[in-house]
């Protein structure tokens, strides 16, 4: 599906607001990128569209963080509190990296390097969500 508002990061923002997995398709190449991109890395292209994204993809890797950014801070997570963060490949394509939810403050145990996984939405306070990825 593709959508007709601006293509600015304000734009990406509203998407995840509302809860859609938008990215940016180069109207030139036809290279898809989840963040969308102004300009595509692939030809240099500024021909731009959005495009959404199904949310489903497969977990490629993983690693456990207990180093966090002062929003995760804010969250409760860090040294005594880590959290599990992972790069998904979503079925269009894209490799996107999130934060993958449900087992925090402990080992990956149930998840799995090509383990099928579905976007989440956390908003925790704040304008714009955070993309997490779950198990499928």
Do not use: I, K
């Amino acid at each position: 599906m593709t959508q007709t508002r601006p293509f600015t990061d304000r734009s990406y923002s509203a998407f995840l607001r509302e809860e859609q997995l938008m990215g940016g398709r180069c109207d030139d190449c036809g290279s898809l990128f989840v963040p969308p991109r102004a300009l595509c890395p692939d030809c240099h292209g500024d021909d731009m569209s959005w495009e959404q994204a199904s949310g489903r993809g497969r977990l490629v890797a993983m690693t456990r963080m207990a180093m966090v950014s002062p929003g995760l801070a804010d969250e409760g997570f860090g040294g005594d509190r880590p959290y599990c963060s992972g790069v998904v490949e979503l079925e269009e394509g894209p490799r996107v990296v999130a934060r993958l939810a449900g087992r925090e403050n402990d080992e990956p145990g149930e998840m799995e390097v090509g383990q099928e996984m579905l976007v989440g939405f956390e908003h925790h306070d704040r304008q714009t969500p955070r993309l997490v990825f779950r198990p499928a």
